[in-house]
């Protein structure tokens, strides 16, 4: 459970910090969409690597505001305590970055990402709204982890299939799979962050472990991650490429830096060290890379 003090940004601990703005995730993005351009012999523009993550942070911050504005200063959630606290300052500089990135998508992005980019765009605005607006009506009676299957989805457009236009365009079995496995990843990660804030949560409103039950939840959280390694096997066989190992090495670091974490729960539990690893595993592309980018693997 997240410190129950009230703090400034100034009090925070690096932990804290890192965690209540989602750092890891917003530069991990970034390197995930390298690795997976790399891996699809696609090239992205240098303003794509702003505008992923920036929109990342972006979508994180909005979020938190507006859970934040809902539970005020006594949220169980040190992020939205913080994001509540310093909402005037966030609000302003959000409104900023939508209109600078939405300016700098229409002129410098190829008109494939721009479209998928849109897309995305139009998943999210539903998201806020159908999600929102569900956490209102009360949310704890959602049977299904509604929240956490579209933040998966979106991270694995955002990070995967966006770096690979238009390789992905072609829709092969291979990269089917190999989409479905990044989604598994990230839609386990995120049941885990459940798993872990169900407390704070079910204080709060809107806990996925109150409505399914934290049994269920681990459960379903094994399940994911057993058919994601499924997949992954699958995709091996089924791909033939020279670049199939350093992917391979990458979605099984992830994979099993998630298992570990659920694995060695009492260790990462306190201070927040589930949050920051579990968002850490977006650096693995970039580690893969940098051991293997002198090989002939990429």
Request: aromatic fraction near 12%; charged fraction near 25%.
């Given at each position: 459970m997240e410190n129950q003090s009230h703090k400034s940004v100034s009090d925070l601990s690096v932990t804290e910090f890192l965690n209540c703005f989602s750092v890891p995730v917003v530069v991990g993005s970034a390197v995930s969409a390298f690795f997976w351009s790399t891996y699809f012999q696609t090239s992205l523009p240098l303003i794509f690597y702003w505008l992923l993550p920036s929109t990342v942070w972006l979508i994180y911050t909005i979020d938190h505001?507006?859970?934040?504005?809902?539970?005020?200063?006594?949220?169980?959630?040190l992020r939205h305590?913080?994001?509540?606290?310093?909402?005037?300052?966030?609000?302003?500089?959000?409104?900023?970055?939508i209109l600078l990135n939405t300016i700098l998508s229409v002129t410098s992005l190829p008109t494939s990402i721009l479209l998928t980019g849109g897309s995305l765009a139009l998943l999210i605005s539903v998201?806020?709204?159908?999600?929102?607006?569900?956490?209102?009506?009360?949310?704890?009676?959602?049977?299904?982890?509604?929240?956490?299957?579209?933040?998966?989805?979106?991270?694995?457009?955002?990070?995967?299939?966006?770096p690979g236009i238009p390789a992905t365009a072609e829709w092969s079995i291979g990269n089917v799979l190999l989409i479905l496995s990044f989604?598994?990843?990230n839609f386990g990660n995120i049941l885990i962050f459940s798993f872990f804030d169900h407390d704070d949560d079910l204080k709060d409103g809107f806990s996925t472990a109150g409505s399914i039950g934290v049994e269920k939840l681990e459960q379903l959280i094994q399940q994911v991650l057993i058919s994601t390694f499924l997949l992954i096997t699958f995709w091996t066989f089924v791909v033939n490429s020279p670049r199939k190992l350093p992917v391979i090495m990458t979605l099984m670091l992830m994979l099993n830096m998630l298992g570990l974490i659920m694995i060695k729960k009492e260790e990462f539990k306190d201070h927040g060290r589930y949050r920051l690893w579990g968002d850490m595993i977006y650096l693995a592309p970039g580690l893969i890379w940098f051991l293997l980018r002198n090989t002939d693997l990429f």
């Open positions: 505001i507006l859970d934040g504005r809902r539970l005020g200063s006594d949220a169980s959630s305590r913080i994001h509540f606290i310093y909402r005037k300052e966030l609000q302003f500089t959000c409104l900023i970055l998201y806020f709204v159908f999600v929102h607006r569900k956490s209102r009506e009360n949310s704890v009676q959602r049977k299904i982890p509604s929240k956490e299957i579209f933040i998966a989805i979106g991270a694995c457009i955002g990070m995967l299939v966006l989604f598994g990843i």
